[in-house]
């Protein structure tokens, strides 16, 4: 079993406004989506692909003295990313069920800057009697490079979390380590807990949460 999709789309433009130099404004805008998932009897397997091109044209120069070709003023964007991820679906309560993504993302413009991200977030929770402790690991790593230099850094986190339900009330209780590894090297540590109970037959629920993370 299993379902599948595809996406694609264009928009463009070709005129602007007179008496400038430079005048012509065209656009375009371009998109193609592919994505599919698998189903097991205990897990999902999904995998996506998509592009996007965006090309511009800048104008806006009324002085004689400037002459600007299409060629010139024009602007590219393409960015490409693809994602690949496995979920699993064990009914036993003592087994460790997980949910690992990973995903690549590129970016480059005609100028010949370029950008590639590195993304992996993997999670994994088992029930202990009726408690869920739950455990997310996740990476982050970004490279721009361009116009003579480039750098580079990466989002390390983890997040341990411990969540109680009852009838009436549900309480999660953890916390989030977060490193970046640019030239500071710093890291980070946020409280993660939130608490709601069930006052009046799910219509009243007080809810609390305080929370934090470090995001690109």
Do not use: C
Request: glycine share 10%; aromatic share 14%; proline share 2%.
């Amino acid at each position: 079993n299993g379902a599948w999709g595809i996406h694609a789309g264009h928009l463009s433009a070709g005129s602007g406004p007179k008496d400038v130099a430079g005048e012509y404004a065209g656009f375009s805008s371009q998109n193609v989506d592919l994505f599919g998932k698998r189903f097991t009897k205990k897990h999902e397997l999904a995998a996506g692909f998509g592009f996007n091109r965006d090309v511009v044209y800048n104008y806006g120069s009324v002085a004689d003295s400037n002459v600007f070709t299409e060629d010139y003023t024009r602007q590219k964007y393409n960015f490409y990313n693809t994602e690949l991820g496995v979920k699993s679906f064990y009914a036993d309560s003592e087994a460790v069920n997980h949910n690992i993504r990973f995903g690549y993302q590129h970016f480059d413009n005609r100028l010949g800057v370029t950008e590639d991200r590195l993304l992996l977030n993997a999670n994994a929770s088992r029930y202990i009697r009726t408690e869920l402790v739950d455990a997310t690991f996740g990476a982050d790593y970004n490279r721009v490079s361009g116009l003579g230099d480039t750098t580079n850094s990466t989002i390390i986190k983890f997040i341990p979390r411990f969540i109680a339900q009852g009838k009436k009330f549900a309480v999660s209780a953890g916390a989030g380590i977060f490193h970046e590894t640019d030239l500071d090297g710093a890291t980070y540590f946020y409280p993660m807990f939130s608490a709601q109970y069930d006052i009046v037959n799910h219509i009243i629920i007080p809810y609390v949460s305080i929370t934090g993370g470090l995001d690109r």
